[in-house]
């Protein structure tokens, strides 16, 4: 007797996902026909066959309703759902998006210009794609990036980034330079937008994070020396947060809130 391949399907529209009722676990009992994909991505993830499909975007102006064929599935901020979907479907998910990503920015060869194939050959990471011309292979871009949570006495360093909504309070993170290591981003990071050093810096954990095309590590270190001054364009303010008594922090899903709500945990204060 053999076992059917369960298959998982993720359907996007701009930064929401489409989740069919119910919720959990994503699974689609078939897909609705004559509908027009921007992206079809199939891909393995996590002992599953996946799908991945984008809607195209709502015309300006238009009302945020479902086409026909997904009458029933409900939209919500794929950040969001992050949060709500169990662990291995957020990251079947995830992955997903990021593939999505990547094959609306990887249509032709960055060297000679013709249009890119699929599927290079066994062995190549999933998502590779060939150029049929000059044989270069393209692999799914992901653009690391740290952060960063900074103890001091008790409390952690919060910032408040100048996209961030009104009150809202989030950790130190940047991107990975060209020629740079982890930890000389986190430093430099830290420098940059908080005027501030760091000792016993030490890695955490990852979070693939597909806006468009992130990879997060996160990063815990201790206060050495600065007064927090936030550089003013990024970061527009910045302050030392105890357990009881934090700002709004982001929201469950992020890396940012793990990284918080480990170190609230260990403090015996955790939510
Ligand atoms: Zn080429």
Redesign the pocket.
Known sequence: MTTPVATSLFVFRGLDILLPPPLSPGLAPCLPSGQDYLGDHSYPCRDRACRALRLPPLPTGAEAILPPAFEDWRALPFRQALSELEEDEAARAAKGLALLNWREVSKF?G??G?ALVEDPAEGYAVGARR?P??S?IYYPRISPAVIVLVEREGKILLAHNASFPAGRFGLIAGFVEAGEGLEETCRRELREEASIEVEDLRYVSSQPWPFPDSLMLAFRARWKAGEPRPDGVEITELRWGSPDDLPAIPPPGSVARRLIDAYLAEQGAGA
């Open positions: 060869c060297s000679c013709t150029c011309a000059c270069r």
